[in-house]
C-alpha cells in the first residue's frame, strides 16, 4: 500500500493538473500505511501535508479532512503525547456540524477519541463515544472494516467498566466478523482474539482461553508485534493461575524479548502493560527484588503517560 500511494503521488506531481483533493486523500492513505509499518515520524509527515492540502481544497468543515485529522491525532497519542493529541482532537472535533448525519467521517472521530480515552485507563469515558460511533457505522455502512473495529474497541471498554455481559457479546461478535472478514494472520484479527482470550481468562474460562492464545501465537509466528507480544504476556499470566512458574516464566520472558524489537503501530503504553506482568511473574518466582525494579519502572511509565495501573489479575482457579 504505501509503494502504491507513493507512487500515484510521483504520477500526480507530474500531471499538468494540480488534482489537490485527490493528492490529499492519497497523502492521508499513504499516512496509514506508514504508521501500520512502523514508520511514525514518516507518518506524521504525511498527515501533515494531507492536512495542509485538504484545507486548501474543501476545507476542515467536509467530511474527507475529519477521518484523516482524527487518524492523526490518534497516531499522535498513540506515541504518548496525550496534550498535542487532545487538542488535535477538539479542534476536528469543533469542525463538524451538531446534526451532522449524511456521511460516517464524523464516526471516526468519536472512534478515534474513545480508543484513546480507553488508552489512558477511561473505560467509561470511552463507552459514549464508541457507542455513537458504532451506531453511525451500523445506520451508514462506510469502510467494510469500520463496525468491526470500533466493536472490538467498544468490547474492550466495557470490559474495563465491569460491564461484563456486554463486554462478552460485543467482543465475541467483533472477534466472530474479523475471522470471517480478514486473514487469521492479520494483526487485526490476532489483537481481538488476544483480547478475547483475556476476557476468558479474567472469567475463568480458562480451557478456551488457552486455546484462543494457542492461535494467536501460531498465527503470528515469529513476528514481533503488539498482539504476539500481548498473546505471550496473557499466557504466562493464564499459568501462573494454574501454578505452572516454569510456563509463566518462559512465556513473559518471550513476551519482553519480543517488545525490544517490536515493529508495527502499537500503543507506547504497551511497554509499562508487559512490564508489570512481567514482575508479576518475577514475584511468584520469588524474584522480588527484581519484580519491584520492574514494577516501580512500569509505575514511572504509566504516571508519565496518565495512566491507571488497570485490575489485578486472575485469581480464579483452574478448570
Do not use: C
Not at 184 to 197: F, I, K, N, Q, S
Not at 276 to 293: F, I, P, S, T, W
Request: proline content about 3%; glycine content about 6%.
Amino acid at each position: 500500500a504505501r509503494e502504491r500511494n507513493q507512487r500515484a503521488l510521483r504520477l500526480f506531481e507530474a500531471a499538468d493538473e494540480p488534482a489537490d483533493a485527490e493528492r490529499a486523500m492519497t497523502y492521508a492513505n499513504l499516512a496509514r500505511s506508514l504508521q501500520e509499518l512502523g514508520r511514525f515520524d514518516e507518518a506524521e509527515q504525511a498527515y501533515s501535508r494531507f492536512a495542509e492540502l485538504a484545507r486548501r481544497t474543501y476545507g476542515e468543515r467536509h467530511g474527507s479532512y475529519w477521518s484523516g485529522a482524527a487518524d492523526h491525532a490518534r497516531l499522535v497519542h498513540l506515541r504518548g503525547d496525550r496534550t498535542r493529541a487532545w487538542t488535535m482532537y477538539d479542534a476536528v472535533a469543533a469542525a463538524v456540524p451538531p446534526d451532522w448525519h449524511r456521511t460516517t467521517e464524523n464516526a471516526a472521530i468519536e472512534a478515534s477519541r474513545g480508543a484513546s480515552l480507553l488508552a489512558e485507563g477511561r473505560a467509561a469515558d470511552a463507552i459514549p463515544p464508541l457507542e455513537r460511533a458504532e451506531r453511525a457505522y451500523a445506520e451508514r455502512p462506510g469502510r467494510d472494516h469500520d463496525l468491526r473495529r470500533v466493536r472490538a474497541t467498544l468490547g474492550e471498554a466495557y470490559a474495563g467498566a465491569g460491564r461484563r455481559a456486554e463486554a462478552r457479546t460485543t467482543l465475541r461478535q467483533a472477534r466472530d466478523e474479523y475471522l470471517a472478514k480478514e486473514a487469521p494472520t492479520a494483526a487485526a484479527v490476532l489483537a481481538v482474539r488476544e483480547r478475547w482470550a483475556r476476557f476468558l481468562l479474567d472469567a475463568g474460562d480458562l480451557g478456551e482461553a488457552a486455546r484462543e492464545l494457542e492461535a494467536v501465537i501460531a498465527d503470528a509466528g515469529d513476528r514481533a508485534i503488539a498482539p504476539a507480544i500481548r498473546a505471550y504476556s496473557t499466557r504466562a499470566q493464564l499459568r501462573l493461575v494454574r501454578q505452572d512458574l516454569d510456563g509463566a516464566l518462559d512465556d513473559s520472558e518471550e513476551a519482553m524479548r519480543r517488545l525490544e524489537r517490536i515493529t508495527g503501530l502499537y500503543d507506547v503504553r504497551l511497554r509499562a502493560e508487559i512490564w508489570a506482568a512481567h514482575a508479576r511473574v518475577l514475584a511468584r518466582r520469588g524474584a522480588d527484588a527484581e519484580a519491584k525494579v520492574l514494577e516501580a519502572r512500569a509505575s514511572a511509565e504509566r504516571l508519565a503517560y496518565g495512566v491507571a495501573a488497570g485490575p489485578e489479575p486472575p485469581t480464579v482457579s483452574s478448570r
